[in-house]
């Protein structure tokens, strides 16, 4: 996770130099690794992420590494970070991206409020046409949520593919408790396979936050939660309308129900959400579909 609502001074067991690039101060930690603020030989501010020092760099930590790499390369620059530069067969494998200046989705809501209006429409439209570049890569992100969106000077950028998986040639992955559980789909919960379908779940749970501060199914213990995401209906109080309405669709227990996230896409321009031209044209493209088929519009015949 890079969530940069503070920088912290490196610790001395933090290192100076990774390669090429200066380290100058830690940005955040998750699970697989640390990021850390550095630079290039140019000056240029990047974020650098490594893996943890105190894990175990073992061909499956280093497997994880790679697919991150492989995942976030093929990504296009969708409201999203670029990758610049890796190195996952050294003694520190690493990755760096574009630098994004700004607080993530989650501070920015803890410090400032929620968003609205067409701040609101724009968080929503520009996340979701990040996630139709990521799904048209074929990759799925999996972790999609407040913390992993940053507000950056040109708007929202998604960011963090550390459990990002390319899908089978099916076009899902397995799930394996991967996520983070206020914004976990049903099927992540039942370990069934995750897809498209479950990052659309995660969006539209994220965007419920920046409505109003909360997730749909609250928060708690995690067996709580859990119960809530599999059998409750979502909390929309405080999302206006058509908005509430797309997103109740995105948060069908059943994934088959779900839009993709073209189609959502599709649909926040039919309701009049301002975007940008590059936004509107991945909006009227059309993913292929098996056999010939194409994909209907939310609401279409």
Same mark, same amino acid.
């Given at each position: ?13 933090d290192?100076?130099?990774?390669s ?6 830690? =940005?955040?930690?998750?699970?697989q690794?640390?990021?850390?603020l +550095?630079r ?9 992420k ?6 175990l760099p073992?061909?499956q ?10 995942a976030?390369? *093929?990504?296009p620059?969708?409201?999203?970070a670029?990758?610049?530069d890796?190195? %996952?067969?050294?003694e520190?494998p ?10 993530s989705?989650?501070?920015? %809501?803890?410090?400032?409020g929620v @968003?609205?209006g067409n701040?609101?429409?724009r ?12 799904? +048209? ?6 972790? @999609?949520k ?11 950028r998604?960011v963090? @593919? ?7 040639s099916?076009?899902?992955t397995?799930? *394996?408790m ?6 976990m789909a ?22 419920v ?5 909360g997730?749909?199914?609250g ?5 709580a939660v859990?119960?809530?995401? =599999?059998?409750?209906a979502?909390?929309?109080?405080g999302?206006?309308?058509? =908005? ?10 059943n ?5 993709? *996230?073209?189609?959502?896409l ?13 936004v509107?044209r991945?909006a009227l493209?059309r993913a292929?579909l098996?056999?010939g ?9």
């Amino acid at each position: 996770m890079i969530d940069q609502a503070d920088m912290l001074p490196l610790a001395p067991e933090d290192p100076r130099q990774i390669s090429r690039y200066a380290v100058q101060a830690r =940005l955040g930690a998750g699970g697989q690794g640390v990021v850390y603020l +550095g630079r290039d030989p140019s000056g240029r501010p990047v974020a650098v992420k490594v893996l943890r020092a105190d894990g175990l760099p073992g061909p499956q930590a280093r497997a994880r590494f790679a697919r991150e790499v492989e995942a976030a390369r *093929s990504v296009p620059q969708a409201h999203t970070a670029a990758i610049l530069d890796a190195d %996952v067969l050294g003694e520190r494998p690493y990755i760096v991206s574009e630098y994004v200046p700004g607080l993530s989705l989650q501070a920015t %809501v803890e410090r400032n409020g929620v @968003f609205t209006g067409n701040a609101l429409e724009r968080l929503a439209t520009h996340t979701i046409t990040a996630l139709a570049a990521i799904h +048209g890569a074929r990759v799925v992100h999996r972790d @999609f949520k407040p913390a992993n969106v940053l507000i950056g000077p040109d708007g929202p950028r998604v960011v963090d @593919f550390g459990i990002a998986r390319a899908p089978e040639s099916d076009g899902h992955t397995t799930s *394996s408790m991967l996520g983070t559980p206020p914004y976990m789909a049903p099927e992540q919960l039942s370990e069934q396979p995750a897809g498209p379908h479950t990052d659309v779940f995660a969006w539209a749970a994220t965007v419920v936050f920046a409505a109003t501060g909360g997730p749909p199914f609250g928060q708690g213990p995690f067996p709580a939660v859990a119960h809530r995401i =599999l059998h409750a209906a979502p909390n929309l109080d405080g999302v206006p309308a058509p =908005l509430r309405d797309v997103l109740a669709r995105c948060l069908a227990k059943n994934p088959g129900e779900r839009p993709t *996230s073209l189609q959502v896409l599709q649909s926040l321009i039919g309701h009049g959400t301002v975007v940008e031209p590059e936004v509107q044209r991945l909006a009227l493209q059309r993913a292929p579909l098996p056999g010939g088929l194409t994909q209907r519009p939310i609401g279409g015949p």
